[in-house]
């Protein structure tokens, strides 16, 4: 894979873009939605049908694929993409987040983070250079650098001591790196909602250099108001021929609103979360497939969908089999989701790239507005 690592741009409108990342993978269409494959899968769902829903890329977790199955182990089989059968681009996270949010005997050090798995509570390490080392053996296309995400809320002064903290271990991932042709590696910007601390954060970055930069440290709680607050000046902060990665985003009207000020890739775990708990995202807001008033019910989730929910199977099914709990519940809506996740994205990259995005997101939120369609 000699191919390098790219980016570009072919369109804006405002403060949206589109464009396209090469990789030698294959190409990513911006904006684009990464579902979520945490464990090596993207629950409910075989890769060829996630494809099938118009994903370039999938996410793929560190933290939990250090612990289960191993990234030794991982790359003694060939690598994540033979591992999972998934050919296309993989970015993974560098486990820094769930480090704080799901280990336990955490023990923060400027070196790493000492921690106690989950599963097992077995003593584990990671470190910048240790989470670099585990991306490299998962063979990911797109790497994340290591970095601390701190427990909200959290005062202006210890949010400012950890973004210090997540730029010192910014440089540190960027020397273990290396040189990777095909490989990119990803700064992720910090500073809570203080836009000097956004500042000083993505200069540091930018000073070290990184072949895509992410927003972190938003959709933790602070309320999509906040968090649009600070996207609309963060990410004029990074540079504009490189990609803008926002983690862990989300609902449709956040992906749409980061869209608009200039966002081009996000992740959630939400499409798929959602179609295993009987929820389903539709262009007209979100359905709850458990109410009793889909019992009888011939129509489908959405008459305008072609996922193969929409297509082959009424809203009474779905009802009965999730009430049944039955596996094919969550595989249907979670494809239906998925479906509609990446249509609204390439709805989103078509209206960039004809200069009519602000008619696009007004229709957005009006269908929104108008609610479910009426029960027969």
């Known amino acids: 894979m000699a191919q ?50 118009g994903a370039d890329i999938l996410l793929g977790n560190t933290y939990h694929l250090m612990l289960r199955p191993t990234a030794e182990r991982i790359a003694h089989l060939g690598g994540l993409h033979r591992f999972m059968n998934w050919e296309r681009p993989i970015l993974t996270d560098s486990g820094g987040f769930q480090v704080m949010s799901l280990a336990s005997l955490r023990k923060l050090t400027e070196e790493g983070v000492r921690f106690s798995s989950h599963i097992d509570g077995s003593k584990h390490m990671l470190s910048p250079e240790r989470s670099m080392e585990i991306q490299k053996l998962l063979g990911s296309d797109i790497v994340m650098c290591f970095d601390e995400c701190p427990a909200l809320p959290a005062t202006e002064a210890e949010v400012a001591k950890s973004m210090a903290l997540s730029m010192r271990w910014a440089q540190r991932s960027r020397d273990a790196f290396g040189d990777r042709p095909g490989h990119a590696l990803f700064g992720i910007m910090q500073g809570g909602v203080t836009r000097d601390l956004r500042e000083e954060s993505a200069k540091a970055l930018v000073d070290i250099g990184f072949d895509g930069y992410a927003v972190g440290g938003l959709a933790v709680g602070e309320g999509q108001e906040a968090m649009f607050g600070v996207l609309d000046y963060a990410p004029g902060f990074l540079p504009a021929d490189k990609p803008r990665y926002l983690m862990g985003v989300g609902k449709p009207d956040d992906i749409v609103g ?12 939400l499409p798929s979360r959602s179609g295993r708990t009987g929820q389903a995202w539709t262009r007209r807001g979100q359905v709850n497939i458990k109410n009793a008033r889909h019992m009888d019910d011939p129509r489908p989730l959405d008459e305008n ?31 239906h989701n998925l479906h509609y996740y990446q249509e609204l994205m390439q709805g989103l990259r078509a209206a960039i790239a004809a200069g009519q995005l602000s008619a696009f997101v007004a229709d957005f939120h009006a269908q929104r507005a108008a609610g479910d369609i009426e029960p027969v």
């Open 4 to 53: 390098r690592f790219g980016f570009s741009l072919t369109a804006t409108d405002k403060g949206a873009r589109t464009g396209v990342i090469h990789t030698p993978r294959g190409e990513i269409r911006t904006p684009a939605f990464m579902p979520v494959g945490t464990a090596a899968t993207v629950k409910a769902m075989l890769p060829e049908s996630v494809r099938a829903t």
């Open 258 to 269: 980061a869209v608009e000020r200039g966002i081009d890739m996000m992740d959630c775990v």
């Open 305 to 335: 969908c072609t996922c193969p929910a929409c297509q082959n199977y009424s809203r009474a099914y779905l009802h009965h089999v999730f009430k049944a709990q039955e596996m094919i519940s969550g595989m249907l809506l979670t494809w």
